[in-house]
């Protein structure tokens, strides 16, 4: 892989992409099959491993790399990977317990095509059977489902039993016909040794820099976006390498930092002509965040003793999600994790840590989720590069408490005891940079381009208006590939990009 340790500052881009995560990798893919020259900006390196040992698992654990928070592929390096299209329902203004969920400014039926190619792109297996929440699809999935293990069958079977329906997740992995995958225990929450997991880097950014249109830098810390003198268009970035200042200069530049970075790069580029930060003239960069609400649950499957290792992460219950005749809003979702040493986190206090492990050891571990609210206050307020104030989104807590005594009942109704404790955690966190129609709520339009600037764009979480009641990434995906179009064909009517001077090279240290 290329590190570009001779890389050319002079040399003009087309665009430049900063961060290589789920974002940003795909943007980069689609971009450069367009054929435009993309130069994707990397904060963190590649994750290098030593190579297996015998009798060592495949995946190593997350909290493993804690000291590096920054790497090639973001956080997909350690996902459960499992790729679900939102539901058609997710697009549009729904009325929760707590408030309401903002409409989208594109319905299902325009991200469609992109789902169906971020589907085959990232690997994903899936089937539409048994899950009524499932949106309409112009083809099936491209792969079949991951079997599921005899262990976690035998629970499908007694929960089919028992009146409820179960479908599988939808899963990004390199499995079938000369995959590597070979479907272990290690896989949601850790780092694949075998490459197996489509994560962002092994689906769209290997391929995108096969093309050769596509370079990485690693080690790129992108500090500023620069604007041009009257403040209508974006000239480049301004990145820290190896303790020097750089200026690279492209006729597009596309954030794809994540939630919160992109928010905080947009705020940090502030100038004259924007006084509050790129995009933020009507206050919303680092506002209106949004995420699931997400809680714990464990069937017990063996008292006596503990499960062997195995991959659990493959079934989903959906059938709540539309709310029951009791609930007038939507509910949620259940979803199998995998095995997960949770337990060993910071956050488990010490006393909880062996109880926790007992339990979980010998049960299947799954969650149960629930939209949490975007409003104007929900977000995050920061001081240079650090956060002062978090403003959690609104939570549906009667919304999680209905879905959690309903997770309950539908395992002991199949036969199972249940321990479920409670705790709420955010996840998959959206907004901050989010797109709209209207800019006095937004900070993006339609085509994810900001507002009052020409060529730049966002496309990660954070731009997601709200994050629905299924996992976000494939969603990410399929917008990553739609904003590539909307650049590729912007590129296409505007000879701007093609007459780009060679760039003057600020570096200071
Ligand atoms: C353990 C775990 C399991 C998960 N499982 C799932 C799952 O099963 N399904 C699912 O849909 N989601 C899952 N997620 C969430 C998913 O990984 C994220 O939602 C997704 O990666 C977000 O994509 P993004 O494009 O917003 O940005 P990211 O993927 O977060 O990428 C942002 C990139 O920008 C880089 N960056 C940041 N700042 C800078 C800077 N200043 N300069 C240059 N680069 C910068 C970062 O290093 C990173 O590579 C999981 C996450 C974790 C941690």
Redesign the pocket.
């Known amino acids: 892989m290329d590190d570009m340790d001779n890389f050319d500052p002079n040399r003009v881009y087309d665009a430049i992409v900063?961060?290589?995560?789920?974002?940003?990798?795909?943007l980069a893919y689609r971009l450069g099959q367009r054929g435009l020259r993309v130069l994707v900006?990397?904060?963190?390196d590649y994750l290098r491993l030593p190579p297996r040992g015998p009798n060592e698992p495949v995946g190593i654990h997350?909290d493993s790399f804690s000291t590096r928070?920054?790497?090639?592929?973001?956080?997909?390096k350690?996902?459960?990977?499992?790729?679900?299209r939102m539901r058609e329902s997710d697009f549009r203004a729904t009325k929760h317990e707590a408030g309401e969920s903002p409409a989208w400014p594109i319905t299902y039926a325009d991200l469609e095509p992109y789902y169906k190619e971020a589907e085959q792109l990232y690997r994903v297996h899936g089937a539409s059977e048994n899950d009524p929440t499932e949106p309409p699809r112009s083809s099936p999935y491209p792969y079949p489902p991951i079997p599921h293990e005899p262990l976690v069958s035998a629970v499908i079977d007694r929960l089919g039993k028992s009146g409820t329906s179960v479908s599988p997740?939808p899963?990004?992995l390199d499995y079938g016909d000369g995959g590597k995958c070979i479907l272990c225990s290690t896989c949601?929450?850790?780092y694949c040794r075998l490459d197996a997991k489509m994560?962002?880097e092994i689906a769209a950014l290997r391929p995108a820099m096969a093309t050769s249109k596509v370079e990485l830098l690693t080690n790129?810390?992108?500090?500023k976006i620069l604007t041009s003198s009257d403040g209508s268009k974006v000239t480049g970035v301004l990145?820290e390498r190896g303790g020097k200042q750089e200026t690279i200069r492209a006729g597009i530049v596309a954030l794809?930092?994540?939630?919160p970075?992109?928010a905080?790069?947009l705020l940090d580029s502030r100038t004259e002509r924007h006084p509050h930060g790129l995009g933020n003239s009507t206050g919303c960069v680092g506002r209106y965040s949004a995420g699931h609400t997400t809680g714990m649950i464990f069937p017990l499957l063996n008292w006596a003793k503990k499960l062997p290792p195995t991959r659990t992460?493959s079934f989903s219950i959906n059938g709540y999600y539309g709310g029951t005749s009791d609930w007038p809003y939507p509910l949620g979702v259940i979803q199998a994790a995998g095995q997960?040493p949770f337990w060993t986190a910071d956050a488990v206090p010490k006393w909880k840590k062996r109880i926790a492990q007992f339990v979980a050891e010998r049960s299947l571990y799954c969650f149960y989720m629930v939209e949490a609210l975007p409003t104007r206050d929900t977000g995050y307020d920061f001081n240079g590069r650090t956060i002062v104030r978090e403003t959690k989104p609104v939570e549906n807590v009667g919304t999680f408490n209905k879905l959690r005594h309903l997770a309950i009942k539908t395992f002991r109704k199949a036969g199972y005891q249940v321990v479920s404790p409670g705790h709420r955690s955010l996840?998959?966190?959206?907004g901050t940079v989010r797109f709209g129609d209207d800019p006095n709520t937004s900070v993006l339009d339609a085509n994810c381009k900001v507002h009052d600037i020409d060529n730049l764009y966002a496309?990660?979480?954070?731009?997601l208006p709200s994050a629905g009641v299924?996992?976000?990434?494939?969603?990410?995906?399929a917008l990553?590939l739609r904003v590539g179009d909307t650049i590729a064909s912007a590129e296409l009517s505007n000879s701007s990009f093609t007459t780009i001077q060679r760039p003057a090279i600020a570096v200071s240290c």
């Not at 350690?78 to 679900?84: H, V």
């Not at 794809?256 to 939630?259: D, E, F, L, Q």
């Not at 996840?427 to 959206?430: I, P, R």
């Not at 496309?459 to 731009?463: G, R």
């Open positions: 900063i961060g290589s995560g789920l974002g940003g990798s795909t900006l990397e904060r963190g997350i928070p920054f790497t090639v592929g973001g956080p997909t350690f996902y459960g990977a499992a790729m679900y997740v899963l990004a949601d929450s850790y994560d962002a790129a810390d992108c500090l990145i794809c930092a994540g939630v970075h992109s905080r790069i992460k997960i996840w998959h966190m959206t496309v990660d979480s954070s731009v299924v996992n976000t990434g494939l969603t990410i995906a990553a």
